[in-house]
């Protein structure tokens, strides 16, 4: 079963900009995108501007209303600000737009109070109002949020929830068409011109009724008006970062599990990190435990991660003071991931046994291929006398 929340930061682009320009509160303007209305002041919207309404429309209504246009660089700031809280509790985020993003809290114990517990601390930290929806369907969770985020947090929006994640046949069937967003509107508009108005009525079509009509999209209207949707909430925020994670079936205590568990994060974030050529020098451990709130760890490492070894030292790290409590599941995440430099390998693990077992394999196929000096160990290089002269020149003048 997925748990998907939708949320949705309320009049986002108003809120940035009068952070900005203290000259804009209590004023009425407008945020611009496109020639059209993105955002509006309460002000603004008071004396009749709506959202999506052309500027020049907006300009007839206040003929005081200041004009914003939309900022890249200025919003930036204010969306990590309030994706980053969402990715304490949170593992899978995709933003939508500035102010809409997918969270897959499907990992979560219990994700309808991790919604509750995130609600909070969005408004203490930034200040934002937010409005929230959930489902196991992503096009529905977003539904969800604009028919009954309006009462995110409460108990009566949790029943909503998990009558629209576990009976959402039951939650769409008095939706109207237009809310189907995954059907074009082509495809709704049809629906309409031939009586139908609801979800429900739609569900109740045989498929071969659908399949005469419409085609290879009866599938799809089908799977909508069962209030479905297999598709899957992608890991795009932090951007540049690559993510891993471990849970137990019962709670951990022994270093043995610790150590497995580990090394399962490590070998993941490993691949990941070879697969992409990238690395990083940052790490965060979130540890959850059988009770009381999740433990989140951060640190940063002088050399580079790049593959398993690099990631399971750092873990290693990072974990030397061990969690006081059980554990039940563990996630790490490099953020702020470069491409990797690629440089040659060194042998300096070949003094462990089995480091050495691995390698020999490889450097016999090598020497038999390539001849028996083809992989020497630096030591046993020769150089041209020449070539030493100048090195020592160099080391001794520091010209070179």
């Not at 891993?244 to 070998?267: C, I, M, T």
């Not at 990190?273 to 451990?285: A, P």
Request: hydrophobic fraction near 40%.
């Amino acid at each position: 079963m997925h748990y998907i929340l939708h949320l949705s930061a309320l009049h986002f682009y108003s809120f940035v900009f009068t952070e900005i320009h203290s000259a804009l509160r209590g004023a009425p303007f407008v945020v611009e995108e496109a020639k059209r209305v993105l955002d509006a002041s309460p002000e603004a919207l008071a004396r009749g501007v709506r959202l999506g309404m052309r500027i020049a429309e907006a300009r007839t209504l206040v003929k005081d209303c200041a004009i914003v246009e939309r900022s890249e660089e200025a919003l930036r700031p204010y969306k990590e600000a309030w994706l980053d809280v969402c990715a304490e509790f949170a593992d899978v985020i995709e933003p939508e737009s500035d102010d809409r993003a997918y969270l897959d809290l499907s990992a979560q114990p219990d994700p309808y109070l991790t919604a509750r517990e995130l609600r909070l601390a969005l408004h203490y930290r930034t200040s934002m109002a937010f409005r929230g929806g959930m489902s196991s369907a992503k096009w529905l969770s977003r539904v969800v949020c604009e028919v009954a985020g309006h009462r995110f947090g409460s108990a009566e929006w949790v029943e909503e929830c998990k009558t629209a994640t576990l009976a959402p046949r039951d939650f769409v069937a008095s939706l109207p068409l237009s809310l189907l967003t995954p059907l074009a509107p082509s495809t709704r508009e049809r629906l309409r011109f031939l009586g139908y108005r609801t979800a429900g009525q739609v569900a109740d079509l045989p498929q071969e009724v659908l399949r005469e009509q419409f085609g290879e999209e009866a599938p799809l209207i089908r799977l909508c008006a069962l209030g479905k949707g297999s598709a899957p909430v992608r890991a795009l925020y932090p951007p540049r970062s690559v993510f891993a994670r471990v849970s137990f079936d019962s709670p951990v205590e022994a270093e043995g599990g610790l150590l497995d568990a580990v090394r399962d994060l490590a070998e993941e974030l490993g691949r990941k990190l070879t697969d992409s050529e990238q690395q990083g020098q940052r790490l965060n451990l979130r540890i959850e435990v059988e009770s009381g709130a999740p433990e989140v760890r951060k640190r940063s490492f002088a050399k580079p991660l790049r593959d398993a070894r690099s990631v399971e030292c750092a873990l290693q790290a990072i974990l030397r003071e061990r969690p006081q409590a059980p554990i039940v599941a563990m996630s790490a995440r490099l953020p702020a991931l470069q491409p990797a430099r690629r440089t040659q390998s060194d042998f300096r693990y070949l003094s462990i046994p089995s480091e050495r077992r691995e390698v020999e394999p490889a450097l016999h196929t090598i020497r038999e291929q390539y001849g028996a000096k083809s992989v020497v160990h630096a030591s046993d290089l020769s150089f041209p006398r020449r070539v030493k002269l100048l090195k020592l020149w160099r080391d001794a003048t520091g010209w070179n």
